[in-house]
C-alpha cells in the first residue's frame, strides 16, 4: 500500500473518555465476506492505528457480531467495540446485549445503540416502564455495556431521542448528497449534540453507494461538516487504504467543496445545490422533494446500472411520509411558484420549471401529465 505510513488521528468521543480513531470500521457489510478477508481489513485497519469498529444484532441475524468475535479474538482489548439493538423492551434488550457479548466473545461492549429509532411512539415504548430503556441502564450499571447509542433513519428522531434518553453517541447520515436537503443534519442536530457532549459518529458518506464515484471527495465532504468520527464499510484492502487517505487528509477546503458540488455527476442537472437564486419557497419545496426520494428519481437518461441503483435507494429512508404530510399543509400556489420558477437562471444548469413540476407531481401523488 502506498500511504502504508499514514496514521489515523484520533479524537476524544464526547465526554465518554474514549481516544477513537476518525475512522470507524463498519460492520453492516461484513455479512458480505469471509472471516478471513475481515481478518485481513481489520489487521490492515489496525495496522493505519484504527480501533473503533461498529456492528449490530440485525447485520445477517448476528453474523457479522460472529465473524467479529472470531476475527477479534486475541486482540479485542485493542479495539472499541459497538454494538446496536431495535429491541423496546427491558428483558428483550438484555437478551439482545447477552447475545452481543457470545457473538462478540467478549465480557463488555463499550457502546451500545438503540438502532434505529423511528418514531416517537417507539422512544414511549423504550421510555416506558419495563422498556429497553431500563435494560440499558442496568447493563450499564452491571459494566456489561459502557455507554448508549442512538440511531435512527429518521431525521426528527435524533433531537427527540437525545432529548430523552440519556446518551453517549449518536450515529447519523452524512454526505453530499443529504446535505442538499438535509441542512438541519449539520445546522441543527449536530450542534444539539455538541452542546451536550455528545459524540457525534457520521455514517453513510457514500450515500449507501450511490455516491461510488468518488470515494476519497465524499468522504472528505462528509469530514467537513466535522464529526467526531466517520464510519465506513471497508470490504476490502482498498477500501481500507483509500478510507484512511482520505480521513487522513481531513476536510474538503471550501473551494474544493464548491467545485465538488458544481461538477459531482449524482447531483448533475436535477439535484438542488440550495443556493441564493430561488426563493425560500421553491428552495423548500425542492427539499421535500428529497424526502420523497433523495431527488434520484429526475426522469432523465441514466445507464440502466445507475437507474437500477437510483430505484433501489430513492426510498432507502423513512422520510417520505413527513415530506408529504409537510407539503399538504403548506398549500401553496402552485402556479405562483411555477412563475417564480420560469424566471430563475440556475448555476447549476438545473431546469427549475421542470424540477418544480416533478416535485409537485411527488409530493401531491400527482402525475406526469404535467409534462408534455
Ligand atoms: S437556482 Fe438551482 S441550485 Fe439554486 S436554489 Fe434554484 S434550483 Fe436550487
Known amino acids: 500500500m502506498e500511504n502504508q505510513n499514514m496514521v489515523l488521528p484520533k479524537v476524544q468521543l464526547g465526554n465518554t473518555g474514549y481516544s477513537v480513531s476518525q475512522l470507524a470500521l463498519g460492520g453492516f457489510h461484513q455479512v458480505e465476506i469471509?472471516?478471513?478477508?475481515i481478518d485481513k481489513v481489520v489487521t490492515a485497519y489496525?495496522?493505519?492505528?484504527?480501533?473503533?469498529?461498529?456492528t449490530a444484532r440485525s447485520y445477517g441475524d448476528g453474523a457479522s457480531e460472529k465473524k467479529l468475535g472470531r476475527v477479534l479474538e486475541g486482540r479485542r482489548d485493542q479495539f472499541i467495540l459497538c454494538s446496536k439493538s431495535g429491541a423496546e423492551g427491558a428483558r428483550e434488550i438484555r437478551r439482545d446485549i447477552e447475545a452481543s457479548l457470545t457473538n462478540l466473545q467478549t465480557d463488555h461492549i463499550e457502546f451500545y445503540y438503540f438502532h434505529g429509532v423511528p418514531d416517537e411512539d417507539k422512544l414511549e415504548r423504550i421510555l416506558s416502564p419495563g422498556g429497553a430503556l431500563e435494560g440499558m441502564l442496568k447493563a450499564k450499571e452491571e459494566g456489561l455495556i459502557g455507554g448508549i447509542g442512538l440511531s435512527s433513519h429518521n431525521l426528527p428522531m435524533y433531537i427527540k431521542g437525545m432529548s430523552a434518553l440519556p446518551v453517549d453517541l449518536i450515529l447519523i447520515w452524512c454526505n453530499y448528497l443529504e446535505d442538499m436537503y438535509l441542512p438541519e443534519i449539520?445546522?441543527?442536530?449536530?450542534p444539539f449534540a455538541r452542546k451536550r457532549n455528545i459524540g457525534i459518529t457520521a455514517m453513510k458518506p457514500l450515500g449507501?453507494?450511490?455516491l461510488y464515484r468518488s470515494p476519497n471527495m465524499a468522504m472528505r465532504y462528509a469530514m467537513s461538516n466535522h464529526p467526531d468520527v466517520l464510519v465506513c464499510g471497508m470490504n476490502t484492502l482498498q477500501?481500507?487504504?483509500?478510507?484512511v487517505e482520505a480521513v487522513c487528509q481531513g476536510p474538503l477546503t471550501a473551494a474544493e467543496q464548491s467545485s465538488l458540488l458544481m461538477d459531482a455527476?449524482?447531483?448533475g442537472n436535477y439535484v438542488c445545490r440550495q443556493c441564493g437564486n430561488c426563493s425560500a419557497q421553491l428552495k423548500e419545496l425542492f427539499r421535500l422533494e428529497g424526502y420523497v426520494d433523495r431527488q434520484m428519481i429526475d426522469y432523465?437518461?441514466?445507464d440502466p446500472a445507475d437507474y437500477a441503483?437510483?430505484?433501489?435507494?430513492?426510498?432507502?429512508f423513512s422520510m417520505r411520509e413527513k415530506g408529504l404530510s409537510v407539503f399538504k399543509k403548506k398549500k401553496w400556489d402552485e402556479m405562483k411558484l411555477l412563475k417564480e420558477a420560469a424566471s430563475v437562471s440556475c448555476p447549476y444548469r438545473i431546469d427549475v420549471s421542470r424540477k418544480v413540476r416533478l416535485s409537485l407531481a411527488k409530493l401531491s401523488g400527482g402525475n406526469l401529465i404535467l409534462f408534455e
Do not use: T
Not at 493505519?48 to 469498529?53: K, P
Open 239 to 243: 477500501h481500507v487504504s483509500e478510507a
Open 46 to 54: 489496525q495496522q493505519f492505528g484504527g480501533n473503533y469498529i461498529e
Open 265 to 267: 455527476p449524482e447531483l
Open 34 to 37: 469471509s472471516s478471513d478477508i
Open 300 to 302: 432523465l437518461e441514466h
Open 309 to 316: 441503483l437510483r430505484l433501489r435507494l430513492s426510498s432507502w
Open 186 to 190: 449539520k445546522d441543527e442536530i449536530f
Open 208 to 210: 449507501d453507494g450511490f
